[in-house]
């Protein structure tokens, strides 16, 4: 067993991650149906105003760092990248394992920040979250995140060099567009997390230290934190979106006839121009910190403009779905059609809240809220999803029930729409976020609301039945590449390159009863 825990093998390793992925879901959905059950009532609350605030603070951080990137990127990315380029492991698998094993200290910090209560948002915004507002879980929660982002460091270096060898050793292959989005992502991370950790590092210091990089009274900003947290923070947005880009044109492109719409260097460029745009945009997220006009209207524009390569990429989705009518039936087909509608309506929205004007409305309204967990509640984690149902047969060697993915599918939809949506309807009436209390003209939309988390906490739970169910009882199959049980085994030979676009797993071994 110590030798299986202590493995270099990049699927193994891609399955610690899983494991602290799952802890991290399960942990958040729990702490997000604790929100939800506050709201049942506009003024005799589950828990008081101070826990409240514990409770969301720790509801994002679990969900950003503890679930959606161990899973989609760590996991599925150490799991996918050396299959789909034709290696037997990442390049620096040392290098990968101390980035998994990182993600054990970094959970316990975690879960004692819980315990020291760190009401201060997983935006850290100075003065509240000084020393003269907060106790020891704040400090214990910036310990979390500076291994946490170590981790994914490391994890970058090795995605990038791995990548970059393989691109270079042979340039005339049409690699996955999975691959491009993992090399994008982990660009993406290596620009963006030294500058968190500078920030939070400075932070400790005004904290523990008596320095004022923060502290007006000292000569200090509290708005340079939020410049430095958000240049981190809006390329995050994309960290935890890109690989669900590249799952879904991969799926797309894997189950069609057509070719995308603008081509396969169209949805590559178009990642690119993502990774470009969303990099010089963190300020639209502080427009109420009084920006001058022409600030607030260039990172206005350049947040408008982001709209053109998402559009490009949801028409390429929509075009190359239209030559696979054939498979309408299929449950993955169901999942990316509701994956391209809920990342709309995100978008959309986002759209909205890039003029400085209505975000000056909206700000720090429910209507935030529903926006941007229409693009990570459901977009990111919809991924996970789709990548579940995908490769879960060529993982494991074992078929799924297509009539419980089925139901799934119509549970999620019914909860996630019922859960965000009316939420929308909350911020335009002025409803502010991050308090528990509110009028009581307000609660049957908030009643709305937590009935939908109810039905998307039962979503969850019903996927990880689906699972199980089809480990305990479902059909044997044989993977792709060669193996029925490819966590377990490890693959010693390189997979031949003629595999490594065109890679359409075991889908069609659905079971029917």
Known sequence: MLTWLLTLDHKRIGLIYMIVGVWGGFLGLSLSFLIRVNYLDPYYNVVSPE????????????????????????????????LLLGLPDLNLPRLNALSAWLMIPSAVCFGLSMFGGSGVGWTFYPPLSSSDYSGWGVDFLMFSLHLAGLSSLFGSLNFICTIMSAMSNDTSERYSIVVWAYLFTSILLLLSLPVLAAGITMLLFDRSFSSSFFDPLGGGDPVLFQHMFWFFGHPEVYVLILPGFGIVSHICSTLT????????????????????LGSVV????????????????????????????????????????????GRFWDPIMWW??????????????????????MDTLLHDTWFVIAHFHYVLSLGSYMSVVISMIWWWPVIVGYSLNKYLLMAHWGVSMVGFNLCFFP????????LPRRVCVYEPCFQWLNTMASLGGLLSVFSGFMLAFILWESLSVGNRVIGLWGSNALVLNVVTSPVPHHCSYMSEPVTWFYRWY
């Open 51 to 82: 826990v409240y605030n514990y409770v969301i603070t720790s509801h994002g951080i679990a969900m950003i760092f503890f679930f959606l990137m161990p899973v989609l990127i760590g996991g599925f990315g150490n799991y996918l990248l050396p």
């Open 257 to 276: 006839n057509n070719d995308s719409l603008f081509g396969y260097g169209g949805l590559v460029l178009a990642m690119f121009s993502i990774v470009c």
């Open 336 to 357: 990316i059609l509701g994956f391209i509608v809920l990342f709309t309506i995100g978008g959309v929205t986002g759209i909205v809240l890039s003029s400085s004007i």
């Open 423 to 430: 939420m929308h309807f909350l911020g335009f009436q002025g």
């Open 282 to 325: 963190w300020a639209h997220h502080m427009f109420m910190v009084g920006l001058d006009v022409k600030t607030a209207v260039f990172f206005s524009s350049v947040t408008m403009v982001i709209g053109v390569p998402t559009g490009i990429k949801v028409f390429s989705w929509l075009y190359m779905l239209a030559g696979s009518r």
